[in-house]
């Protein structure tokens, strides 16, 4: 009888891990990566339209304003790690995860951790090319404004995604 018990509380406890991490483990592991992706990407997009931008400003600083929003657009990845993190600890009870749970929380992070890491990249490189236009024309703000809208469609893609993942994982 007594052997039994244990067997079964073994079996509880491997059941509670997967590959050697908790629920608790993996799903925070997800959400570090999903914001570290994103604020990786956010860091690097915004110093590509950021070098372009200094330029322009010290032709003329009164572009500053003009600038702004395609300086801050490569940011957006990095807000999309951070909700995705935050919504891990709202999602799940991250105390009663199974392993098994946790870690496919974990690979539901993986589309805002890996897209919006890329897609701020390109988003910065494509926000730099359109302060360009905004250099030389500050009235087509609104045009340059669209291409790294483009880009900025796949990060909000991926967080759809990684929210819509969230809803089929059992809690």
């Keep these: 009888m007594v052997g039994a018990v ?4 073994q079996g ?4 509670s891990t997967w590959g050697g991490l908790t ?4 799903a925070i592991f997800g959400a570090a990566v999903a914001f570290i992706g994103g604020g990786m990407g956010s ?3 915004i110093t590509y339209v950021s070098n372009v931008a200094s330029g322009i400003l010290v032709e003329d600083p009164d572009k500053f304003g003009s600038l ?4 801050a657009i490569p940011g957006t990845q990095g807000i999309y790690g951070l909700i995705t993190a935050i919504l891990v600890t709202i999602f799940f009870d991250l105390a009663k995860l199974t392993g098994l749970n946790g870690l496919l929380v974990f690979f539901s992070c993986l589309p805002v951790a890996f897209v919006c ?3 701020a990249i390109y988003q910065g490189l ?3 090319s359109a302060s360009a236009m905004v250099a030389r024309r500050t009235e087509e703000l609104g045009k340059a404004m669209v291409l790294p809208a483009l880009v900025e469609t796949y990060a909000v893609f991926s ?3 990684t929210i819509y993942l969230f809803t089929r994982i059992p809690k």
């Design 12 to 15: 509880a406890a491997q059941a």
């Design 159 to 161: 967080l759809i995604l």
């Design 6 to 9: 244990a067997q079964a509380a």
């Design 43 to 45: 860091a690097i997009g």
């Design 68 to 71: 702004l929003p395609l300086l």
């Design 126 to 128: 494509t926000a730099a």
């Design 23 to 26: 629920g608790f483990q993996w």
């Design 117 to 119: 890491l890329v897609s």
